[in-house]
């Protein structure tokens, strides 16, 4: 495709994106209409939004329109499972300068598309503005299925706290991208696009799941939500974080233990969940502490081998 979005002008730019959509069982109407019709078999919608604003969540130098649609949606798409519900829908908000290519708006709706199907949902609708730089604005729905959703309060002392997926490898990635390399390529892949195990939120809520989140912010972090909203402390066992050979490998050679990076990297939207502790968890969750009761004046705290992390914390929008 040749030429500019503002060639395109709005309609046209919507009617290329809305062509790369095949239809998904749990949208029934699709873009055309002032809204969108989504499927709640269960009755009850979960939703969630982001937005991702280039230069301070992506860089087209680093990542192509494919990635930063993959990435878009997968991180909307990783708070629905997390809740233990399925995803079934997405809306995008794009804004996008006149000037832009019109295959990178294109480009970047087929990484949505895909990243939708990996998850089950569709792209259900959503609006296109004029803006000095590149925008998103996600919105992602799901379906309970039933279930009672898990929240980040129901953590209870006994509990074990147990995690599904990548930890560290975006984080990784992104400090191999920061100092102008692009290998190894496993982890500058994951920092650009990454693999959130969708299918284990509705699993943890099946097997009795009392607290969950997906890994943005940091796994320190984003298990302090938990711990906060739960009225508890959490420990973490440093012995039992797996740190691949290679990832160490890269903390050597530019001077950063890679335990950081699995305590305190975002992005990898791997799973974290608590269960009682006769749980009988499949193998692909592997168990990194426990829950205990709060100690006075110190509810919500998370200690690594009992003792607090002082070093690289999670992500905040506001720090620096």
Known sequence: MQGT?????????????TARLPHNPSVALGP????????????????????LLEGRHFRRDWSTAYDVGRKSAAQNLADIAAMGAVPT???????????LPATWAT??????????????????????????????????????????????AGARPGDLVAVTGWLGWSAAGYTVLSRGFRSPR????????????????????????TAMIDVSDGLIADLGHVATASGVDIDLRAADFDVPAQMADIGQAVGVDPLVWVLSGGEDHAIVATFPPETPLPARWRVVGEV?????????????????????????HFAG
């Open 5 to 17: 979005v503002g060639e395109l002008g709005e309609f046209g730019l919507i009617r290329e994106l």
């Open 32 to 51: 055309g209409d002032d809204a969108a019709v989504v499927k709640a078999p269960d009755g009850r919608v979960v939703a969630t939004t982001d937005v």
């Open 89 to 99: 829908a997405l809306l995008l908000g794009l804004v996008v300068p006149a000037d």
């Open 107 to 152: 480009e970047l709706m087929d990484g949505l598309r895909d990243e939708c199907q990996v998850a089950g949902a569709g792209v259900a609708g959503g609006d296109v503005v004029r803006g000095d730089t590149v925008m998103l604005a996600i919105t992602a729905l799901g379906d309970l299925q039933g279930r009672t959703p898990v929240t980040r």
């Open 186 to 209: 496993a982890f500058v892949e994951a920092h650009r696009r990454p693999e959130p195990p969708y299918h284990a939120g509705p699993a943890a809520a099946r097997l009795g799941a």
């Open 292 to 316: 205990s009761a709060a100690r006075p004046g110190r509810g919500g705290a998370v200690t690594v081998d009992g003792a607090p992390w002082d070093r690289a914390g999670g992500w905040d």
